[in-house]
């Protein structure tokens, strides 16, 4: 067996290798392998893929595993795999997630970034004998849409707060007891008209593309905030650019956006509108789990599967059985 | 029975009231009743002072109860009331703390701040390129000097997020099991050789007046971080200064300070150092526990004990019962 490393997952050789317990070749092959038949003569039955993007005309080569070091299969074209070939992903992207989660609610109540600005000898006395009382997130209703495991993990933390917390599920299970109430998609109405943050914690679908509309937008109590660490068409663009213009809710913390740059060099702006230069809106470029951490959680569950894999165990979070 | 606000307290009146379930006669009188036998006219046996301050230089008037509307008892001179006299006070400020602690902890590792600076139409394709990773809490050790009501609020909110919490108790006692280790006061090298990050909730007493000195400072990891919600004189001011500009520790959240203004006018730096000129010092005005929702927790307590004193029940935070 061998594991063949394809575009930005070769950039990860040494976490894998890291996390490995026996020695293994390691391949590494540039991106365009991953959609174009050079790659075919490389690999062999018994080997694992690592990659983000899989593609082929036809048929694809045969082998054991194609493991995607992300969450998402989207770049993933089922049908050029062999029947044989079994499919997993990763998460783990949940911890840094919540933690941006909470570090922006923590924000939006303390504003430890002005208190830190404000601060100087010459003010101090003044601050101190004047101080402004900020806001606390106990109590609090935090509405959370999609309660897979990034909308349990922020659950998790929120609960620690003393916040309350409304989930809206699909399935409408809580197996852990994370929520105060886990509202089926019907509740929408009701979980934003209680929420002081309402959190897109949801995959886009086209039951999810355009859920936050103006309509949606005008149920949400006029002080609430609106979190997007999922993808920016759940929320319609025009909508909340104009509730946020209008203050017609309390702001928004936005972590993804409507145009993204291909490729190397291509500049594009992050949406029709200018919500960076809203006040009550906190943005940020899709960082929210970009850690230092998360490569080295994700390639030791790769590297738990290969071993898996070499000892004939089931594997870890499989997505599609080999036939 | 009637209540007297005195000084500050009597700023809350329609906190106090808000929370009352009978109508009872409030008395409001200014901050130099608590010093003056002014006040010795006003007040009868029944009665119950709320003050964060009181002195007489003989024996003071009978009254039913001192209620202090906090938690400390420093402006208390207890041999001033009448042995008749209970003395009992409130706390509620560990809710807030323990959320400026997180916030500042999330600050340090995810730097929002500076994400949401970087942010525009323009950067965004080339930072969205080129995102450097954060930092996470998870996994992280923190370690809590005292382990009273504030250092258990950050517990309980640190294990969410699933960092290692190690506290040092005089009593050694964790009856919530909050804490991965609960250390006698000998486990301070220890504490401080693991923790990434040391909040110092400890009371300023003689035995925690410059606990932090350079010695402890010195076993601490290069990358630590302090963060004191306490007293600012259980740090060494010349010790941490100096750490913190060679950069021997991380560096340090300050939201307490070695100087304070008096009366209404004083204009004092907060330190004899140039603390906030640091880069890696995050510093606020004494803000933590600053919060629109505490004079409301506090003053709902205080209502609840005018409401047992008058059903004859026992009191909540007795800390002097009366004889």
Known sequence: MKIIMI??????????????????????????????????????????????????????????????????????????????????????????????????????????????????????????????????????????????????????????????????????????????????????SRLLAEADFVVIACPLTEATRGLIDADAIGRMKPDAVLINVSRAEVADEEALYRALRERRIGGAVLDVWYRYPAGSTEVVPPARRPFHALPNVLATPHSSAWTEALPRRRYAVIAENVRRLSAGEPLLNVVRPAA
């Open 7 to 188: 575009g930005e997952a070769a950039n990860h050789q040494g976490t894998l290798r890291a996390s490995l317990r026996d020695p293994i070749e390691i391949v590494t092959l540039p991106r365009e392998a991953a959609s174009d038949a050079a790659l075919d003569g490389v690999v062999a039955g018994e080997d694992v893929v690592v990659s983000l993007r899989f593609q082929r005309a036809g048929p694809g080569p045969a082998f054991r595993l194609l493991h995607v070091p992300g969450a998402g299969l989207d770049g993933i074209h089922l049908p050029s795999l062999a029947p044989s070939c079994a499919v997993c992903n990763v998460y783990e992207h949940e911890i840094p997630i919540a933690e941006y989660v909470l570090a922006a609610m923590l924000e939006w109540r303390i504003g430890l970034a002005a208190m830190r600005r404000s601060f100087t000898p010459e003010t101090w006395s003044d601050l101190y004998r004047n101080r402004a009382p900020h806001g606390e997130l106990h109590g609090r209703t935090l509405g959370i849409l999609g309660f897979g495991r990034i909308g349990r993990a922020i659950a998790t933390r929120a609960r620690a707060f003393g916040m309350r917390v409304l989930a809206l599920s699909a399935s409408a299970s809580d197996p852990d007891g994370l929520a105060d109430a886990v509202l089926a998609p019907e509740g929408l």
